[in-house]
């Protein structure tokens, strides 16, 4: 029975590139767990976008004195470089700045207004007399009235860290130096998370057995100690998602960005429906109590994704879908949320603004994507922050992902190409031997082992598993030595390499989550018709806010009665005798002088 998976990835933002402890802090162990279940055989939407609105965005495009939507846009596009590049498989990439991204957010906000939710109140906000507006928190800085730091944000001071009240900044000032700032009444919808506290507890409570315990200790904590607390959901900003009440939106007040890009997960299904001409089938996830969504984060977006989410989903309740398709149901509940902690470059946090980074565009000019997947997954933050090292990069490409992989898929092959004329021997499998049964049986139980860990999301357990299988295989040819076995005796040599290419076959599909492009590759070697994966591919999406690219996943297409039975999470039953294409290498070694090189980059 094949089961439905929404793979959800939190919203990258629209003010900076994408570098590599973003990439193995949610986008590439959702598009691991997501290609598994693809080889599973089950229903999987992969789904993100550009979380487009907000105020730093905007502060970005008035120093640049461009207009908001192309500073948005030139990140967002090389956004959709960056997931191509290293195969992270949307089947929806999409952006928060559309319309329906729009729609489906005031539809949630009407929801939740109707079961009572919200409520309005006034507080102060910084205003500029001289260009007649409400300046939101990150417009403006001035001295935190906590430790004295002179360039705190309003909402925040980085230097002690405390969260700020706006109104009590000490010399405030107008990052875009629109003069004198006052202190003016403004009034604002707040989401009253308090009464949906209790519900939360259950719903964390009832997950917890299947949660991480970075993710459930949290945010079991924060509800212990602060508890839900109402928060404004509009804000005095005119670049976002209109407030769906009369009046509102025209006196310059949209809806605040923490409430609305995370509806992005609902928002983006709905937009691959429309666009997949399916209009209904984003319900298979998001209606149907079976479906299990599992949100790939970082450690900072957990209390939010635990808690307050849940919250705005449970608030709605089914007066979501009566406001947005006029049939009362509920929407489906967050399953789990496996977040990451952080990775660390060279020992120090990883920074954009000092270049102390390894960004994911620059990185793919010099390295293939699997040997960036690889490192990326062996060195995966999911129990503590890790550290991206450089000497390390090379040593686990060198000594692990070409030495015991590569190397031995690639010399079986190339012998057997070699001395047997381009087939796989043809040996009478009734006549293997115990050994030969046994490594089999071996490699079999993989399938089993490494797809339990990828379950639970223990990714890096889950390679180690396939990679130790990789290591029984070269024990096996170690012992049974086919390259001297042939001089003397050709049919047990045949023996052998008819069984360590069955056992690369099938450790080609363990390693396909992981290594999409290079178990690809091999699949080709060994002659097959089918394709492991499909393609992806970007589209224009029209609407009346303009045009934005998406980034699609296309499953395999095969003619009729020629393709897969769905499921190709199993063992090889490759037959002896079958044709071979030609092999070459799939992994590159390193030069020990890439280390220092890659150093020096570093900081400048
Ligand atoms: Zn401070």
Redesign the pocket.
């Known amino acids: 029975m094949s089961e439905n998976f929404l793979i959800a990835i939190a919203w990258p933002y629209s003010n900076a590139e994408i570098h590599v402890g973003n990439i193995t802090g949610s986008h590439l162990p959702g598009d691991i767990v997501a290609r598994y279940h693809r080889l599973k055989g089950n229903n999987v939407l992969m789904v993100s976008g550009t979380d487009s609105h907000g105020t730093p965005v905007v502060i970005a495009a008035d120093k640049e004195g461009k207009p908001v939507e192309e500073v948005y846009k030139k990140y967002h596009n090389s956004f959709l470089e960056v997931f191509k590049g290293y195969g992270i498989t949307y089947d929806m990439f999409t952006t928060t700045h559309s319309e329906n991204h729009y729609k489906v957010s005031q539809a949630m906000f009407l929801a939740l207004q109707k079961n009572g939710f919200l409520f309005k109140q006034f507080s102060k906000q910084w205003y500029s007399p001289s260009s007649d507006k409400f300046l939101p928190d990150r417009y403006v800085e001035g001295t935190?009235y906590?430790?004295?730091?002179e360039n705190?944000r309003s909402d925040q001071?980085d230097?002690?860290g405390?969260v700020l009240e706006p109104e009590k900044l000490i010399n405030p000032r107008a990052k875009t130096g629109d003069g004198a700032l006052e202190l003016h009444d403004t009034e604002h919808f707040y989401l009253d998370l308090s009464k949906l506290e209790t519900d939360v507890k259950k719903f964390l409570e009832e997950r917890a057995p299947h949660m991480r315990d970075t993710v459930i200790g949290e945010s079991l904590r924060k509800i212990e100690s602060e508890g839900l607390q109402p928060r404004s959901i509009t804000r005095d900003l005119d670049w976002g998602v209109p407030i769906p009440i009369e009046g509102w939106t025209e006196a310059g007040k949209r809806i605040y960005v923490w409430f609305e890009a995370v509806i992005g997960y609902l928002s983006a299904p709905i937009e691959w429906s429309q666009v997949s001409g399916q209009k209904d089938a984003w319900r298979e996830w998001w209606t149907n109590p079976k479906a299990k969504q599992f949100h790939f984060i970082g450690k900072d977006n957990i209390f939010f994704h635990t808690s307050q989410w849940p919250a705005e989903l449970m608030g709605a309740g089914k007066e979501f879908m009566e406001i947005f398709a006029g049939e009362a149901v509920p929407l489906t509940l967050p399953y789990d949320v496996p977040a990451n902690q952080f990775m660390n470059l060279e020992g120090e946090k990883i920074s954009g603004s000092r270049n102390w980074a390894v960004w994911g565009l620059d990185a793919l000019t010099r390295y293939d994507p699997d040997a960036l997947r690889y490192y990326l997954t062996v060195n995966m933050p999911e129990a503590k922050d890790s550290d991206w090292d450089w000497a390390e990069f090379v040593a686990r490409n060198n000594n692990e992902l070409v030495a015991t992989w590569g190397n031995l898929a690639n010399r079986v092959l190339a012998f057997c190409y070699k001395n047997w004329e381009g087939h796989v021997p043809d040996v009478d499998i009734k006549m293997l031997r115990k050994p030969d049964l046994d490594l089999l049986a071996a490699i079999e139980s993989g399938f089993t082992s490494v797809g339990a860990l990828l379950e639970a999301v223990k990714l890096r357990a889950a390679l180690g598993e396939a990679m130790k299988l990789a290591t029984a295989v070269n024990v096996y040819l170690d012992v049974n030595a086919p390259w001297t076995a042939i001089k003397t005796d050709k049919d047990g040599a045949s023996k052998t390499i008819y069984t360590a290419l069955k056992a690369i076959d099938s450790l080609k599909v363990l390693f396909a989550p992981f290594l999409p492009f290079t178990s690809a590759k091999l699949h080709e070697f060994f002659g097959y018709e089918t394709l492991l994966f499909g393609e992806q591919y970007t589209e224009t999406a029209k609407d009346s806010l303009g045009e934005h690219t998406v980034l699609r996943y296309r499953a395999p297409q095969y003619p009729a009665g020629k393709g897969i039975d769905g499921l190709q999470w199993k063992p090889s039953e490759l037959k002896p005798g079958v044709k071979l294409n030609q092999p070459a290498p799939l992994f590159k070694k390193l030069e020990e002088n890439v280390i220092e090189e890659e150093r020096a980059r570093l900081g400048k």
């Open positions: 935190c906590i430790c004295g730091y705190a001071c230097n002690c405390n």
